[in-house]
């Protein structure tokens, strides 16, 4: 088969290591894809948002199944568009996709269907967001309803901050239409897990939990990143929690959306907060995690396309997935100066050392290849994989790999997966 991943990043990049890995896979293509996913295959420099020209690069190219990594292209309705064509492609179509694309909406259907989940106003008026919100006494959090590259929501601790929140997201415009609706809601405690799962539209198959660490510095302070590193598996999701989560979670949204018309397929990601009162529905993206995709596809010990195709198929119940019973654990490294502004070029050494060490494995994020070497490109870098007999030993196999690795101005957080060797505390 002849495989077409769309996206660049270390997620991409994971999926594209996966991919290539079946028996299934003859040919892999990825678009725009970034010196990682050059190894494993071929990049074409089309980006993951030009819905016409990866149509027709499928059809030119005659790929048997495209793969959406990032979220905007599925919100734009590649999925539709590729199936309107007859072609086969792994993701949620466009309605599916509204589940991220469109917070108003997720939260509408969570309260539809008693899915535990912040308590929550959406507004499109300023004025009646600004009065409601100055009622408030409690710390709140304000999101713009639209896709915002993950940098939408805006954590406040009072409601003059909140006031401000919805200034920037009203007025300013900070983050163009996605904030032309808002949704307040209240803001939860507790720690953060990742629920990832296969979803064919009716059957759910739950892949290991992981944790994401979303802020840039040591201890989770700072500002909120894309992701500074991950494990997989999350100690705090016990079973008996996972059960609960995929029964008051995941089965009231997949069913609601069947019985809506518009059966989901693809990955179904629930960002939850383990709260005192039980897990809390924080999101849902339409797509694997970025980086959770990294330390989770190293565990997964089977066939990917062959899961992907059952998903596609309606076939997920026919399917059984391994796991590599040793926990990953992932640090990213940024460009110094990420998540604000930082410089690109700077060439890249070490790789070779680093993914030369046993179960270890280099995904490159933003990287691109240039003059024969590699140099960075974007604001995550890399994300250095690593897989140990216990969480902390992979994650010290993973900082020893850290440590092969030089670029000016290399920064990651030193902490990664401190939170799981203390019990998830
Ligand atoms: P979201 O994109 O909605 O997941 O929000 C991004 C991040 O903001 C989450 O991963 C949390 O760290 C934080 N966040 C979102 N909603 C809440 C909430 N209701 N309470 C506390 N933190 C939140
Ligand atoms: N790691 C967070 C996300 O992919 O949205």
């Given at each position: 088969m002849k495989i077409l991943v769309v996206g660049g990043g270390g997620r991409e990049h994971a999926m594209a290591?996966?991919?290539?890995?079946?028996?299934?896979?003859?040919?892999?293509?990825?678009?725009?894809?970034?010196?990682?996913?050059?190894?494993?295959?071929?990049?074409v420099g089309l980006a993951a948002e030009d819905v016409p020209g990866l149509l027709k690069l499928a059809k030119d190219q005659k790929i048997d199944l495209t793969v959406i990594g990032p979220e905007a292209p599925l919100c734009e309705g590649i999925v539709d568009a590729f199936e309107a064509e007859g072609l086969r492609v792994f993701g949620p179509n466009q309605a599916g996709a509204q589940l991220e694309g469109d917070k108003a909406h997720a939260k509408a259907m969570m309260r539809a269907h008693a899915i535990p989940t912040a308590e929550a106003r959406v507004f499109q008026d300023f004025k009646n967001a600004y009065d409601y919100v100055a009622t408030r006494d409690e710390p709140i959090v304000v999101k713009a309803a639209g896709l915002a590259a993950g940098k939408g929501v805006i954590v406040c601790d009072d409601p003059p901050d909140a006031l401000l929140a919805l200034e920037r997201i009203m007025k300013k415009h900070e983050f163009g239409s996605a904030g032309d609706t808002v949704v307040v809601e209240e803001r939860l405690e507790g720690q953060e897990v990742s629920i990832l799962a296969f979803v064919d539209g009716r059957n759910i198959y739950v892949m290991e939990s992981s944790q994401d660490h979303k802020a840039i510095g040591a201890g989770d302070t700072g500002p909120n990143t894309g992701g500074m590193g991950a494990y997989c598996p999350a100690p705090i999701v016990t079973e008996e929690l996972m059960a609960l989560i995929e029964r008051q979670v995941l089965v009231p949204i997949v069913d609601a959306m069947n019985r809506q018309g518009t059966p989901y397929k693809g990955i179904l990601y629930a960002g939850l907060m383990l709260t005192p009162a039980g897990p809390k529905v924080l999101e849902f993206n339409c797509r694997f995690g970025d980086p959770e995709t990294q330390p989770v596809l190293m565990r997964l010990d089977c066939d990917l396309v062959e899961v992907m195709e059952a998903v596609i198929d309606g076939k997920l119940d026919q399917v059984t997935l391994k796991w590599d019973p040793r926990p990953a654990v992932c640090v990213v490294m940024a460009s110094g100066g990420y998540p604000g502004s930082y410089e690109k070029g700077k060439v890249i050494t070490g790789l070779e050392e680093a993914g030369a060490l046993p179960d270890v494995v280099v995904f490159h994020a933003g990287t691109k290849a240039q003059d024969g070497q590699v140099v960075t490109s974007g604001g995550r870098v890399l994300g250095v994989t690593a897989l140990g007999s216990t969480i902390a030993s992979a994650k010290q196999r993973a900082y020893e790999a850290v440590d092969k690795i030089q670029y000016e101005g290399a920064y990651c957080r030193r902490d990664i997966a401190d939170k799981a060797m203390r019990g998830g505390a």
């Open positions: 290591w996966k991919i290539k890995q079946s028996p299934r896979c003859s040919k892999l293509l990825c678009a725009p894809g970034n010196a990682g996913t050059a190894e494993v295959g071929v990049n």
